[in-house]
């Protein structure tokens, strides 16, 4: 069983930066491909960015290329989303989830394990 605890969240003016972590434990980190994603107030919870078990592949929706960089570092059981250029539009609770399959899935159903979530407000 893996947990999954993201921190880093916060409120943050148009414009500025934020870098949300989620730090894993249960498990053996790098088998696992690795994703965040992010629900808005009555929104549909939507695919924000995927990277593969050892880094190789990141994927990205497309309202977050250019502004949002997924890593992690296998040694501390953690993934990063750096988030720059915040707009108000990506105000949501953002999640992180595992997935022990081998591809870099934009699918939240093929995801195993998520975390508790963490708020990310940006301020017009």
């Known amino acids: 069983q893996v947990q999954l605890v993201e921190s880093g969240g916060g409120l943050v003016q148009a414009g500025g930066s934020l870098r949300v972590s989620c730090a894993a434990s249960g498990g053996t980190f790098s088998m696992y491909v690795m994703g965040w994603f992010r629900q808005a107030p009555g929104k549909e919870r939507e695919f924000v960015a995927v990277i593969s078990r050892a880094s190789f592949n990141q994927y990205y929706t497309d309202s977050v290329k250019g502004r949002f960089t997924i890593s992690r570092d296998n040694a501390k059981n953690t993934v990063y989303l750096q988030m720059n250029s915040l707009k108000p539009e990506d105000t949501a609770v953002y999640y992180c989830?595992?997935?022990?399959?081998?591809?870099?899935?934009?699918?939240?159903?093929?995801?195993?394990?998520w975390g508790q979530g963490t708020q990310v407000t940006v301020s017009s």
């Open positions: 989830a595992a997935s022990r399959g081998t591809i870099a899935t934009m699918n939240g159903g093929d995801y195993d394990y």
